[in-house]
């Protein structure tokens, strides 16, 4: 509770978010060999958080222009979809076409985006078999004791990805795939939990000409389970790594490059265990990101053979403590900003993630060809 002011005969009270050590003081939270299937999912619908400002209209694609929707009156603004069983949604964000998928063969999203002389299509997975959780937190005094997380089913990395440009300029966005994948647990103490996957997607262009295409695909086995655990104030990761390449990304690298054709892809699950809201999880967390880096050069007047060059890298993130999306926290932290708190100090900006974290890197690679100065390293 951040202030309470009087308003009229009610009191008008600002709330803001807890860490679970705030909502627990004391006990143990535990449970082995947790199945995820049949998730519920929680669909953000089209959100203004994820909205974008308008770029400019592209025929690429398409026989005349895109025409942009007129603003919606008050009246016609969308609303939260309910949620639904079964892991496959679709949704927007940003002006990507979203469609987030789990749990059958993995957890990732197919993305679509076609504006702004760009067009981009793709689709990223960590790849799994049947995946079960297991996790054990224990609190005493309001402070973090013991933290585990495991998530077991043989976990791979998996991407393909068609990108052009004609008469348009590099692009990024990045941005939290407006889906939650749940699998709730019950109550323990009382409390709700559940098991929530979420996804975030960043995609970069670095294209050196006004006209060009880049295709690729790839797929890698990267680890038997996935996890971490603390105590004693020691934390590590729990990783049963074994990379191996099953189809390569560098060798499917084809196009019609003008100019270099430089792509960025990443792509990020996040397991969390406790307390989720949509917009906000609070808990222990196990959150792996994937950076697939790719580069293909120019077919005209290459001076050896033409430039190819690729860049993989796994991180792992692990902790414990509460999230808020990033762009809700830029909305929640303008309103406080305009608040003059009644009996409470003033209120400074609220943290997207707070609570003990660490970090890992699980892979790092790259491969250029042919292996000579002037075809530069992969983007990353």
């Known amino acids: 509770m951040l202030d309470v002011a009087p308003d009229g005969g009610d009191l008008l009270v600002t709330i803001g978010p807890v860490d679970i050590t705030e909502v627990v003081r004391d006990g143990t939270f535990a449970r082995r060999g947790i199945t995820l299937a049949d998730p519920v999912v929680y669909p953000a619908g089209a959100a203004s958080w994820a909205d974008d400002a308008p770029a400019p209209p592209s025929t690429y694609g398409r026989s005349a222009p895109l025409r942009r929707p007129a603003a919606r009156a008050p009246a016609d603004q969308p609303v939260q979809p309910p949620p639904q069983r079964g892991g496959d949604v679709a949704a927007t964000a940003h002006g990507y076409q979203v469609y987030s998928t789990c749990c059958t063969n993995g957890v990732g999203v197919h993305f679509t985006y076609d504006d702004g002389g760009v067009r981009l299509v793709g689709t990223v997975t960590l790849t799994f078999s049947r995946p079960d959780a297991t996790f054990h937190l224990a609190i005493g005094g309001g402070t973090v004791t013991r933290a585990e997380l495991e ?13 052009g440009i004609r008469d348009g300029r590099n692009h990024s966005r990045s941005f939290p795939v407006p889906v939650d994948i749940t699998f709730p647990i ?55 790594k074994r990379v191996q390449r099953r189809s390569s990304l560098l060798n499917s690298l084809t196009g019609v490059p003008v100019g270099v054709m430089g792509l960025v892809i990443r792509h990020g699950v996040r397991f969390t265990v406790g307390i989720s809201a949509f917009l906000f999880t609070a808990g222990v967390y196990f959150e792996l990101v994937t950076s697939y880096g790719s580069t293909l050069g120019s077919a005209l007047g290459a001076p050896y053979a033409q430039c190819r060059g690729v860049g993989i890298g796994v991180r792992a993130v692990f902790g414990v403590g509460y999230r808020i999306l990033e762009p809700v926290v830029r909305v929640l932290n303008t309103f406080l900003s305009l608040l003059t708190p009644h009996r409470a100090a003033a209120i400074g900006p609220i943290p997207a993630q707070a609570g003990p974290r660490w970090s890992t890197t699980v892979h790092d690679a790259e491969e250029v060809v042919p292996d000579v100065a002037v075809c530069g390293r992969p983007p990353r």
């Not at 998530?151 to 990108?163: A, P, Q, S, T, Y």
């Not at 295409?213 to 971490?228: D, H, I, M, Q, R």
Request: no cysteine; charged share 10%; net charge neutral.
């Open 151 to 163: 998530i077991g089913g043989g976990f791979g990395i998996k991407v393909d990805f068609e990108g």
């Open 186 to 240: 019950g109550q323990v103490l009382g409390i709700p939990l559940s098991f929530t996957i979420g996804q975030t997607l960043s995609v970069t262009t670095a294209f050196g000409a006004k006209l060009g295409t880049v295709k690729g695909s790839g797929e890698f086995a990267l680890a038997g389970s996935l996890g971490f655990g603390y105590a004693d104030g020691a934390a590590g990761p729990r990783i049963s």
